[in-house]
C-alpha cells in the first residue's frame, strides 16, 4: 500500500512537472513509451499511460524521427474493438490537444491504416489510405482546442475495416478559457488547426526548439504554403502587446515578417480546406520597419478568397511602430475546397508576420450525463471484455456506431442521446447489475441472457420504460422486485436463475394481462399458480406494503380490544372485592375469611402457594407462575 502512494503521489508531481509558466496544466504522453523522461527544450515526456487497450510497436526507420516520443507508437488491433481510447483526468477547463501520427510501415504490411479520432465525442481527424510520403515516412502533428466539461479528457480511434489506428504521442495543455474568441464560439465549439505558419522564420515552438509559447503552439515555416518566397523583415527590438492574454502569442512570431519588395505585386498564401466546415483566420502583423516612419507609408488590402476583409491596413497608423495588431476573420459558407489569402498593396508593399486557419467545428451531441455513468457502471460491473469496445462516450459520435449491442436515440427534448435498447446476450458476462442500472430510464428492451450475472436485482429495477426484459440462463438470486410489473412491462424472461421468494402479484399479472412471463427453472420461487405455495414466512414477508399495513392494523385494534375487556373485568372485580359497601356484618365475615386464610398459608411446609395468572409470557402464551413468600 505504501509503495501504491509513493507511486501515485510521483505521478501527481509527474504531471505537474512540465506546466507553462503561467500555471497551466500540461500533460506529454509518450504513447508506446516505457519510461519517462526529459528532452534537450525542457519538456518531460511521461510514460505510455491512461489508455483502453492496444498494443506498442516502434517505428521502423528511426533516424526519420528527430524526437524521442516519435519512434514509439501504441496501435489498437480490431480483435480489442473498433472503439479505443485515451481517457485523462484533468481540470474542468479549455485544453490545447495536440498528437503526433505516425505509420512508417511499423508492422512490415506497407499499409498506412485508415481510421477517425475524436476528441470528446466529436470525430475531428480523419486519416485515409495512402497517407501522403511525408506523414507516411516522417509523420504529422495535428491539433485543436477543446472545452472539458467533466474533468476527464477523452481521446478515441475508430478501426475502418480491419485496420488499427496508431498514434505516437499526446500532448494536453489548458490554456485561457476566452483565447480564440471563445465568446463568440461558445464551449461547445471545437477548434481544428488547419495550418498556423511564421511568416519568415522556420519553424519554431513545442517540439522544435526552446522557445516558449504559452498557448502549447507550434508554428511552421511558411514556405509550403506560398508559391513566391518574399522578401524578409527582422527585428531584435521589443515587440509591444505579445505574449498578453488570453491567446497569448509569442514574442518571436512577430520579429520575422514577410514583405513584398517589387511594387503592385500582393503576398498570396493557399490552403486547402474542407468546404463544409467554417474557419476562424487569424492574422498577424507588426510594423518592424525602422524605414515606415509615418502613416500612409504601408497601406495594404487583406482578402479572403478575393473578398477584402480589412481593407486600407495602415500599421503604423493603426497600433504604431513595433507593435501586435492581431485581427480574426469568419469564413462561412465555402463552395470548394480552396482558401486564398491575398495581401494587396495600396501604398508600399504589403506585409505579414503569421496566419492561422482554425475550422470551428460544433460539439457532437453526447450520451445523457446519467445514462453515460450508469452504462460505465454496467461495463465495470459486468467485466465487459475489451473486444466489445465499450470505451468513451457509449452513443457519441453520431456518424459512428453505439457500443456493440447498445442502440440511442435523441432525447425528446433533443438535448442529448439516450440509450433505448440494448442486447448483450452470451458474451460471457460476468458480475452482478449495478444499482446505477436504474438510471437508465429510456431503456425499452434490454437482453442479457444467456451469461453467468449473478446476485439480486436492483431494488426498483423494472420501473422507468421497459417493455421487454430477458435475464434468463444466468446466476441471478434474491426476491423478485415488484418493481419488474410495471404497467409498461410486456415481456419478462427470467428463466433459468436462482431466484426466491414469492412473486410478486404485478410480475404475475403481466402474464393476465396478455403479456409472456417465463419463470421456469428458479427452484426457490413460490406463490403462483404452477408455483409451490410460500412457507409462512414468505407469505409474510411477500406480503404487499398495503396488506401488511391491513394486517398491522388489525392485530393492533384485536389486541386493543382484549386489553380493554381485560381492563374492564379487572377494575368491576377489584370494585365488588375493596369497594363492597355492604353491611357491618358482611364486613365481619370478610376478616374471618382473610384470618383464616393467612393461617392456611402458615401451616403449608414449603411455603408455597400456587397463583393463577393471567399475564402473558414472552411467547405470548399464559404460565402458571410459582410464587414463594
Known amino acids: 500500500m505504501a509503495g501504491l502512494l509513493v507511486l501515485g503521489l510521483w505521478l501527481l508531481g509527474l504531471l505537474h512537472s512540465s506546466l507553462a509558466a503561467h500555471g497551466d496544466y500540461h500533460v506529454l504522453i509518450d504513447c508506446g513509451g516505457y519510461h519517462n523522461f526529459s528532452n534537450s527544450v525542457n519538456q518531460t515526456w511521461m510514460a505510455d499511460n491512461f489508455f483502453s487497450g492496444g498494443a506498442v510497436a516502434n517505428v521502423s526507420i528511426p533516424q526519420n524521427f528527430p524526437r524521442q516520443q516519435e519512434r514509439s507508437l501504441r496501435y489498437f488491433p480490431i480483435s480489442q474493438g473498433k472503439k479505443n481510447c485515451y481517457d485523462i483526468n484533468v481540470p474542468v477547463g479549455r485544453y490545447m ?9 511499423y508492422d512490415n504490411m506497407s499499409h498506412s491504416p485508415s481510421f477517425d479520432v475524436s476528441v470528446e465525442g466529436t470525430v475531428v481527424f480523419n486519416w485515409r489510405f495512402p497517407w501522403s510520403d511525408d506523414s507516411d515516412n516522417y509523420g504529422a502533428y495535428s491539433d485543436l482546442y477543446a472545452f472539458i466539461h467533466d474533468g476527464s479528457a477523452t481521446i478515441c480511434f475508430y478501426s475502418i475495416g480491419t485496420d488499427a489506428p496508431v498514434i505516437g504521442s499526446l500532448e494536453l495543455l489548458q490554456v485561457d478559457d476566452a483565447a480564440y474568441n471563445a465568446s463568440s464560439t461558445g464551449q461547445n465549439a471545437i477548434l481544428v488547426n488547419y495550418g498556423r505558419i511564421s511568416a519568415g522564420n522556420s519553424s519554431f515552438g513545442p517540439g522544435y526548439d526552446n522557445v516558449t509559447d504559452f498557448g502549447g503552439r507550434s508554428w511552421e515555416a511558411d514556405d509550403t504554403y506560398t508559391n513566391n518566397v518574399k522578401a524578409l523583415l527582422t527585428s531584435t527590438r521589443n515587440v509591444v502587446g505579445a505574449n498578453v492574454e488570453p491567446n497569448y502569442w509569442p514574442e518571436k512570431l512577430y520579429e520575422t515578417c514577410r514583405y513584398e519588395q517589387l511594387p503592385n505585386v500582393p503576398i498570396i498564401y493557399s490552403y486547402l480546406v474542407d468546404a463544409k466546415l467554417d474557419y476562424q483566420i ?11 516612419t509615418a502613416a500612409g507609408q504601408r497601406v495594404f488590402n487583406v482578402t479572403v478568397n478575393n473578398v477584402v476583409v480589412l481593407a486600407g491596413l495602415d500599421l503604423f497608423q493603426k497600433v504604431g511602430l513595433d507593435t501586435a495588431f492581431d485581427f480574426a476573420y469568419t469564413l462561412r459558407n465555402l463552395t470548394g475546397g480552396s482558401l486564398v489569402i491575398s495581401l494587396v498593396p495600396q501604398v508600399g508593399s504589403p506585409l505579414i508576420c503569421g496566419i492561422e ?8 451531441i453526447a450520451t445523457n450525463v446519467t445514462e453515460a455513468t450508469a452504462m460505465h457502471a454496467l461495463k465495470t460491473s459486468l467485466n465487459v471484455p475489451e473486444r466489445m469496445g465499450w470505451n468513451g462516450d457509449p452513443c457519441a459520435p453520431t456518424e459512428w456506431d453505439a457500443w456493440e449491442g447498445v442502440t440511442c436515440n435523441l432525447a425528446a427534448d433533443g ?39 449473478s446476485g439480486p436485482f436492483p431494488a426498483t429495477f423494472g420501473e422507468g420504460s421497459l417493455v421487454s426484459l430477458d435475464l434468463s440462463f444466468n446466476a441471478l438470486e434474491g426476491p423478485i422486485p415488484p418493481s419488474m410489473g410495471s404497467p409498461r412491462m410486456q415481456h419478462l424472461r427470467l428463466n433459468n ?43 409474510h414477508e411477500g406480503m404487499s406494503p398495503a396488506a401488511k399495513a391491513v394486517l398491522i392494523i388489525g392485530v393492533l385494534l384485536a389486541a386493543a380490544i382484549i386489553v380493554g375487556g381485560a381492563y374492564v373485568y379487572i377494575q368491576r372485580r ?19 375469611w382473610y384470618q383464616q386464610h393467612k393461617m392456611t398459608k402458615q401451616a403449608d411446609p414449603e411455603g408455597v402457594s400456587m397463583i393463577q395468572s393471567s399475564i402473558p409470557n414472552r411467547f405470548g402464551f399464559s ?4 410464587a414463594r413468600e
Open 97 to 105: 490537444i495536440q498528437m503526433f501520427f505516425a505509420y512508417n510501415n
Open 282 to 292: 487569424w492574422f498577424h502583423f507588426a510594423e518592424i520597419d525602422p524605414n515606415v
Open 357 to 364: 486557419v482554425i475550422a470551428v467545428l460544433q460539439a457532437d
Open 415 to 453: 438535448s442529448s442521446l439516450v440509450i433505448t435498447h440494448m442486447n448483450i446476450a452470451d458474451q460471457g458476462l460476468s458480475g452482478v447489475l449495478p444499482p446505477e442500472l436504474t438510471y437508465l430510464s429510456h431503456l425499452i428492451s434490454l437482453n442479457a441472457s444467456s451469461n453467468k450475472i
Open 497 to 539: 436463475n436462482r431466484l426466491a421468494g414469492p412473486v410478486p402479484e404485478s410480475v404475475y399479472a403481466i402474464g393476465v394481462h396478455g403479456g409472456y412471463v417465463n419463470l421456469a427453472d428458479n427452484q426457490g420461487l413460490c406463490g403462483v399458480p404452477s408455483l409451490p405455495d410460500c412457507p409462512y414466512k414468505w407469505k
Open 574 to 592: 377489584k370494585a365488588q372485592e375493596d369497594y363492597n359497601f355492604n353491611l357491618p356484618h358482611q364486613l365481619v365475615e370478610r376478616t374471618k
Open 623 to 626: 404460565s402458571n407462575i410459582a
